[in-house]
């Protein structure tokens, strides 16, 4: 199985930063996508930020975070960071890791989630 542990969540007053870190850890072969969903109370969970680990290191925001926040992968730790700047009540939500990667190089092809972390704006 693969594990993923989220760490940086807390509280913070618009217009601070935060980083999170997320660590995948367990049966990894090879992992082809890291990133950040979230889910604010009564909405749908959706996309912030994901990195491919091939080559330098593809990446996609969303329009909502392009500019304030950077995602980024250390590949040798399994390891991915959303530094989170300029932030703003509607950021307020549960964060979670995601990953998509192959467990033995068979070609199978497996998602993970992480358990999630509170991420809170507010002054």
């Known amino acids: 199985q693969v594990q993923l542990v989220e760490s940086g969540g807390g509280l913070v007053q618009p217009g601070g930063s935060l980083r999170l870190s997320c660590s995948a850890s367990?049966?990894?072969?090879?992992?082809?996508?890291m990133g950040w969903y979230r889910q604010a109370p009564g909405k749908q969970r959706e996309l912030v930020a994901v990195?491919?680990?091939?080559?330098?290191?593809?990446?996609s925001y969303a329009g909502s975070v392009k500019g304030r926040f950077t995602i980024s992968r250390d590949n040798a730790k399994n390891t991915v960071y959303l530094q989170m700047n300029s932030l703003k009540p509607e950021d307020t939500a549960v964060y979670y890791c995601?990953?998509?990667?192959?467990?033995?190089?068979?070609?199978?092809?497996?998602?993970?989630w992480g358990q999630g972390t509170q991420v809170t704006v507010s002054s």
């Open positions: 995601y990953t998509h990667l192959s467990r033995d190089g068979t070609g199978s092809r497996y998602s993970y």
């Open positions: 990195i491919t680990s091939g080559g330098g290191g593809s990446t």
């Open positions: 367990g049966s990894i072969f090879v992992i082809y996508v």
